[in-house]
């Protein structure tokens, strides 16, 4: 019997990767796009997201992506370096958010609002878990986050992650941006959820390649460091 090699399997699992990857991108950008519908809150950075829309007259997509940019550029003095998936992050999610406004039926009674909500949610804990499990790098929030405690090991992801969104979820709700029980919601709801997507879609490497040996395009976060933050994808 013939055992395939690391590199057959490895060429094997790349297309449901990639595949997966793209499909959590698009599925996130359309919980996105419920939750605005919902008009019940959105997670802490999209309130800012939102927020920036308003002021400057450009889709919410735009600001996505836009916003992406200049925290990309943090990760430098971070020593951060972008995986595949952290530039298709950048574009794909942006682009489906508001083609998905387009289409999507306005939320017109409170019925369909709250539905929108916890649909929303939900779907945005799938998308997570489908896009952080095809390993390709994490998106340029989640790996602000992760850089500044690599960079400065005395501060906890918890404490930073907590920092930064109550700060852009300040600034987004003095722009303009929703806060509201659906804010709370995610908050309190997305981490389980994560949880408890993440292993059933997590592609695992090569055994005997092993988790240490994946390069920076290939890695995806540690447990260790999930388990301490929300769980969103960007």
Known sequence: MTIPSNSATAGRRLPRRVGQLFAGLVLYGVSMAFMVESRLGLTSWDVFHQGVSKVTGLSIGWVVILAGVPILLLWIPL?????????????VIGVVVDVALVVLAPGESMTMRVTYLIGGILLNGVATGMYLGARFGPGPRDGLMTGIVHRFPRLSLRLVRTAIEVMVL??????????GVGTVAYALVIGPLVQAFLPVFTVAPPAAEGPAAASSVDAGPREGEL???CGTAR
Not at 83 to 89: K, L, S
Not at 170 to 179: C, I, R, S
């Open 79 to 91: 020593r951060q370096k972008p995986g595949f998936g952290t530039i298709a992050n950048l574009v």
């Open 170 to 179: 300040a600034t987004g709700f003095l722009l303009g941006g929703t806060a």
């Open 227 to 229: 388990s301490g933050r």
